[in-house]
Structure formats: C-alpha cells, structure tokens
C-alpha cells in the first residue's frame, strides 16, 4: 500500500485500489503473508448523540466561530524552551499511542470533505457525517497493522529487514554498540514512484511515517519471532503477542497517559457509556477526531535518539522531530549525510536504552501548546505543506477545524454528560497558561463552549498539571480503550484469570518488558 502522509484522509476508492493491487501482487503465495484485514469498512458515529440535537452543546455555527478557531490554534505554538514543559511520561509512550492508533483507525471516506480552510466552513449533517465517514481497520486490539497485508512472513516467523552498512566509522556514521543486522523493517524495492518507492512491507504504512514508530514496530515483529523460537506456532506466538499487547495499553500505557484511579475504576466496573460489544459496533468520533488527539502535544522537538543523533555535541546531530519524521518515510531520504541506502543505514538504528530510563527523552507535559515543528507540517515528499494557504501547515488549526467540521460537542456538554463537572471560564482561562489564548477564549465565548479538543487539553494542564490526562479525557479514553480490548479477538477481558507470561516477574508487564523480550532494550 503506498504510503500515507500524517493526517491525510484517503477516500475508500484509493484504499480498494490499493487493496487490491496488494491482493494481486500476493496472488498465489502460499503462506506468504499473514492475513487480518477486515472485509469490510467499521463505523464511526457519536458517542452521545443526544448532544447532536442541541445547539447549546455545539459551537455555534458561523463565520465566526471559524475565525475564532483558526486564532486560537495558531496561538497554540509553543516557544517555550526544550525542556521547561517536560510531563513525567517517558517519551517513548508518545510514539506507542501513536502505533495504538494505526492499529485501530485508519479513516477513509466516501466522498471529498469541504476544504477545511474556508472561511464559509459548515459542519456537515448528521446524515454526511454517518454517510462519508468510514474506518478500514477493525477498531480492535489484535495488531492488524502489524499482522495485516502486505506484512510477510517466513515460516512462522515474520519477516525482518536488515540494515544498510554505511561504510563509515565514529559519530555520526557508526552503528550504535550492540545493535545487529536485523533492525529495519522489510522493504520494497526501488521504485520511480516516491509513495512506494523502498516503502515497509507492513500492514499500516503509517509505521514507517517516523523512526520511532518503524522502530518500536520492528520491536513487535521481532517479539513474535522471540516467542516461535520458545516453540509457538504462528498463530500462538500471535495471540500471545496480542494479549500483551493488550495488557501494556490498559495497565501501563493508559495509566501513565490518564489518571490511574479512573482506569482502574472502568476496568473493575466495566464501561458506563461504550459498550463495544454491542451492535451494530462503532468507533465514537468523540474518541476520534479530538480525545486520541491528545498525544500532538506530547510531542518533543528532539530526542535524543541514539549515538549519532542527540543534542551532545562531538559531532551527534541532534535528533530533530522533522528529521524524524521524513528520514524513513521519504523517496531518497535513507542515507545520512548524502547517503543513498537500499533500507535503514546502520547509524540510524534506535537506542532504546536511552528511552528507558527515559531521562531526557521525556514527552512534553500535555497543555494547550503544541511544538513549532507541528506548525510546519509537510507532505510525503518533505515539502512544505502549502495548499490551502499558510494555515494548511498548522496542526492545531487543523484539528480545532475538523472538530468543528464533524460536529464535536463541547468539552462542557461531554463533561456533564459523563456526570463529571465542567471547568470553569476561570479555570479554563488560567490552563490556557497564555495571554493571547486567553483573550480569544473570551472573545469568541470559547471559555463556556469549548472545543473539544482542545477542553481536554485545558483539562490535563488544570488539575493534573500536565502530568496525564484530567477527568472527562481520562474517562473518554478508559471507557473506549476497555470496550476495544472487551470486543478484541484473543481477549484478555474476557479470558478469567488471564496475566502475562512473558516478563521477567510474573504478572508484571509493560512496554520496556516487550522491548527487552524482543531483545532491542537491555
């Protein structure tokens, strides 16, 4: 599937086309891949849609409220220094949220969306919105965008890429200590078109959008083959992997990223709201298009990667999010410097053991800012995004429109109708940490009708102090992701007694326990 630049919608057409030219290029391969892509598209809707025919539990629908929204993202850049805004969150889960993503959403739609940028923007109906708005993956935990076409497979084991040697020596062109050959994903072969050009061979293209992500990716197709070598089959070593999995997102990744004591609670208690087992089953746009989206402001300008790359000088280039996020992802982008590699150079590969302990690869505590390079947002060919206008290249602007677009009630109607209490203007405007936010709040009547997203964000920043999630977010998340696991295929929710096997203690499991087990973390 040729790749997907971050944020881009594909309509369902392009995506059976590619489907199918996957479907063709694997025709007759027996046992060549490994197969969990659904048949059909899921469904996203509301999670209240009660709220859908109130107008007070909207934002008002105008020209203005357009406006306001275009102001307040662009006042959500963040110029503060690197490491003032740091959350106790080691920096790794920010791209581990992002993997969880990829595997349960992959939004397509039926027809073209209006152009978000448009001064005369409208939401789009109810009817539009339940009509236009699909999902391609299965919304479950069951690494579908690891297990999914075109990965493939050798035997039992999945198939693993090996790095390009960069014929060089010391920083930056060393390989890090330790670190061996298999440490790429499998990848295509040359290609004149840039979107397939050397792409991973993986179920979601989205993985190999940025390092991190290709890599902690690679951590789970080396984790399956871990668990064949102890004497699993195929599809043992999957479900093994799938539980775990399942595991490290409700009792560690969730509980670092929401309030623990919410979690615990949903889990326990079961949900109040989302039911995933239920039919016919949908995805909540609430959770969609502004709850997950909370991870944007995690997101550090650098990162400090591995040896070569890193703010310490001596000849290490720092680890910038931009260099991040095209180095693998880009036609004629794998080689540093000057390079031209068939996969991943060696000096590329990822020291996790600089992640955990997280020391200063911690993510940014979750606020209403969002890191400058997510204002200079470019395309799958690492040009600068321009269509549409300057605004086109702002994230923040991106997602407080698109919310508006697809109909997202307030954060106060979705607080009061989780049976929470809503933030005051008072409280809302000391989060907003900013004078020129706070002004627009008050201006466009957004400090007691507050979109959504950025209400959850607000929130986090109120009372948690940007250490996690606040209440209506932690509650929003916990009630999606415990349904998601509940309807999963190899449940851990509903297999009794079920606990990890595979740590080093008994019971205990989390994401520095995969890596280690998949042997990328010492």
């Not at 993997?99 to 992959?106: A, N, P």
């Not at 297990?147 to 497979?153: F, H, N, V």
């Not at 505590?365 to 549409?388: K, M, Y």
């Amino acid at each position: 599937m040729p790749r997907i630049g971050h944020g881009s919608v594909l309509e369902v057409g392009e995506f059976d086309v590619a489907a199918a030219n996957v479907a063709e290029r694997t025709r007759g391969v027996t046992l060549a891949f490994a197969v969990n892509t659904p048949a059909d598209p899921s469904r996203f809707d509301y999670l209240f849609p009660k709220l859908q025919r109130s107008a007070s539990a909207l934002l008002p629908e105008s020209p203005q409220t357009v406006a306001h929204l275009v102001a307040l993202g662009r006042a959500m850049r963040d110029t503060a220094a690197e490491n003032t805004s740091n959350s106790p969150i080691p920096a790794a889960y920010t791209y581990f949220g992002q993997f969880v993503d990829h595997d349960i959403t992959l939004e397509t739609v039926s027809a073209s969306l209006p152009d978000l940028l448009s001064p005369s923007l409208r939401p789009l109906t109810l009817d539009q919105v339940r009509s236009t708005l699909f999902n391609m993956r299965t919304a479950t935990l069951d690494l579908d965008s690891v297990y999914g076409l075109p990965a493939p497979r050798a035997g039992q084991k999945m198939k693993i890429g090996h790095v390009s040697p960069t014929n060089g020596s010391g920083i930056p062109l060393g390989r890090p200590a330790g670190k061996g050959d298999a440490n790429d994903l499998p990848r295509d072969v040359r290609s004149p078109d840039p979107r397939m050009d050397r792409a991973a061979l993986i179920g979601d293209p989205r993985n190999d959008e940025n390092t991190i992500v290709a890599q902690l990716h690679l951590a789970f197709l080396l984790a399956h083959n871990k668990l064949v070598d102890r004497g699993k089959t195929f599809a043992e070593a999957r479900r093994t992997l799938r539980q775990h999995y399942q595991w490290i997102v409700l009792h560690d990744f969730l509980k670092r990223v929401c309030d623990p004591k919410v979690i615990d609670r949903i889990i326990k208690k079961g949900p109040k709201v989302y039911h995933g087992l239920r039919e016919p089953f949908y995805l909540p746009l609430e959770f969609a298009v502004a709850g997950y989206r909370f991870g944007h402001t995690m997101v550090r300008r650098t990162y400090d990667f591995n040896v070569n790359f890193n703010a310490d000088g001596g000849g290490a280039v720092p680890g910038s999010l931009p260099l991040l996020f095209t180095f693998t992802a880009l036609s004629g982008q794998l080689g540093f410097p000057g390079g031209d590699f068939d996969t991943l150079p060696e000096n590329w590969i990822i020291e996790w053991e600089r992640f955990f302990p997280s020391g200063r690869n911690l993510a940014r505590r979750l606020d209403t800012h969002l890191v400058e390079p997510l204002f200079e947002l470019t395309n799958t060919l690492g040009q600068p995004e321009t269509s549409g206008g300057v605004d086109a290249k702002h994230l923040a602007v991106r997602n407080l429109l698109r919310g508006y677009l697809l109909r997202m009630p307030t954060g106060q109607a979705v607080a009061k109708a989780f049976g929470l209490t809503p933030l005051s203007s008072k409280e809302l405007e000391t989060a907003a940490d900013s004078a020129a936010q706070v002004q627009i709040l008050k201006d466009s009547g957004f400090n007691k009708r507050t979109p959504l997203w950025y209400y959850l964000l607000a929130e986090a920043n109120a009372k948690p102090k940007g250490k996690h999630l606040g209440a209506v977010g932690s509650t929003l998340l916990g009630e999606v992701f415990v349904s998601l696991v509940q309807r999963s295929e190899d449940s851990i929710l509903r297999t009794k007694g079920w606990a990890p096997t595979i740590g080093r203690k008994k019971g205990v499991f989390d994401l520095p326990e995969l890596l280690r087990f998949a042997s990328v973390l010492k």
